[in-house]
């Protein structure tokens, strides 16, 4: 039986893959960084099981440089524009932001109130840094390939994708690690 954060978790993730949404997203920044925060940040916070035993510290390195690496590569030209252009891009674009996430978000619950708050503060320093870094940038990154829908301009909705990533998916790692580091806190003053 799957609990309900499970069942809204594929209920959003079939609602981001199967609506119109990935059709969009390859002609819109600030469209595909909506399809991109709800598969790596939103889908995966919902899905990810508890990993059996303890996690270690090296274990959540490992975590988070994996999910930083999938998530900075995809935002390299590069491979922005081959996952917009390719539709073999666009999907393993999507499954590795999407296994990626889940990982993350596995050995967050693996590791403890703590543990997890700084992984999850690690990943809203990175998420919120590129997001600035794309957002603030003086030029167009990705050729102009990534407007239209919304009638801005590549560099504007370069912008507001940014901001959006660094706003809003900053936003989501850092209340979820706040939480945690409260129930550390919470753990740690009834110890006391």
């Known amino acids: ?25 390859g002609g819109s920044m600030v469209l595909h960084m909506v399809l991109h925060l709800g598969v790596t940040a939103v889908v995966p916070a919902l899905l990810a099981p508890r990993l059996p035993g303890p996690v270690g510290p090296v274990t959540l390195v490992l975590a988070a440089a994996a999910e930083m690496a999938v998530v900075w590569g995809w935002h390299l030209p590069g491979p922005h524009l081959w996952a917009r252009l390719s539709e073999t891009g666009f999907v393993l674009e999507q499954g590795s932001f999407l296994a990626a996430g889940c990982l993350l978000w596995a050995v967050v619950r693996g590791a403890g109130a703590f543990g997890g708050a700084v992984v999850l503060l690690a990943t809203t320093m990175h998420m919120t840094l590129l997001g600035a870094l794309i957002g603030l940038s003086p030029r167009d990154l990705y050729g102009g390939i990534c407007a239209g829908h919304l009638g801005l301009t590549a560099l504007e909705e370069q912008q507001v994708a940014g901001a959006l990533m660094a706003g809003a998916g900053g936003a989501l790692y850092l209340a979820a690690a706040l939480h945690r580091l409260a129930r550390a806190l919470q753990l740690t003053e009834e110890r006391a």
């Open 1 to 25: 039986m799957l609990s309900l954060p499970r069942l809204a978790g594929l209920g959003l993730l079939a609602g981001l893959w199967l609506s119109p949404l990935p059709g969009y997203a």
